[in-house]
């Protein structure tokens, strides 16, 4: 069966759009993939630093709340030696 020149030209006319339209969405979409990856990249990276930077200042948090603990660890020493001290003092001052 003989195919006619025009109903060829027609049928490639036909299949060029289609493809034409297949290929422009498999390009849009493997673009759009694309941009979402460098996305994701930014905001792991992002992420990143923000967790570094968390974890610097829990540490050096932690570090001044141990500071602060020490001081205070001797200070109520220091204190519980003075009340000793004052308790002895008025008990030698009642005899």
């Given at each position: 069966m003989p195919v006619e020149p025009n109903s060829m030209i027609q049928l490639v006319q036909d299949l060029g759009f289609g493809m034409a339209a297949l290929?422009?969405?498999g390009w849009l979409?493997?673009?759009l993939l694309?941009?979402?990856e460098k996305?994701?990249?930014i905001?792991?990276?992002k992420d990143t630093e923000?967790?570094?930077a968390l974890r610097e200042l829990q540490a050096t948090s932690n570090a001044q709340l141990l500071s602060v603990l020490q001081s205070v660890n001797e200070t109520l020493k220091n204190m519980t030696v003075a009340i000793s001290e004052l308790k002895s003092t008025m008990e030698n001052s009642r005899k």
């Open positions: 290929t422009f969405s979409i493997i673009f694309r941009g979402f996305e994701r990249n905001w792991i990276t923000a967790d570094k």
